[in-house]
């Protein structure tokens, strides 16, 4: 996941709360999700190095939930839209960019 996972740019990225005192918030993390990592049946999700999984998307929130406040990368088999909750709560997506040579 290191080498596919772009860096997130994190000064160019709009962040928005996700998880609170209350926990995971849930709409947030599904308008990302369906905003940047749309089609897959599948999400690859790492916490850190040796704790991540892929999962149904039926079954992410539940994973999510349980690791959200240590941070983590969310992205799709094809590493075309990734997510990124860091470990303060805050979330970030977005797409692969296209190369020109890709849009000919």
């Not at 290191?2 to 994190?10: G, H, M, V």
């Not at 990734?82 to 000919?104: H, L, M, Q, R, Y």
């Amino acid at each position: 996941m290191l080498d596919k996972f772009p860096p997130c740019k994190a000064v160019d990225r709009d962040w928005v709360v996700a998880v609170d005192r209350e926990g995971l918030v849930v709409p947030v993390i599904e308008r990302l999700l369906s905003e940047n990592i749309s089609g897959d049946d599948e999400l690859i999700i790492e916490v850190r190095r040796k704790l991540g999984d892929c999962v149904p998307r039926s079954a992410a929130f539940r994973y999510i939930e349980e690791y959200a406040q240590r941070g983590m990368r969310i992205s799709n088999w094809s590493f075309t839209g990734f997510v990124v909750i860091a470990s303060n709560g805050v979330a970030t997506g977005w797409k692969a960019e296209v190369s020109s040579s890709e849009d000919a």
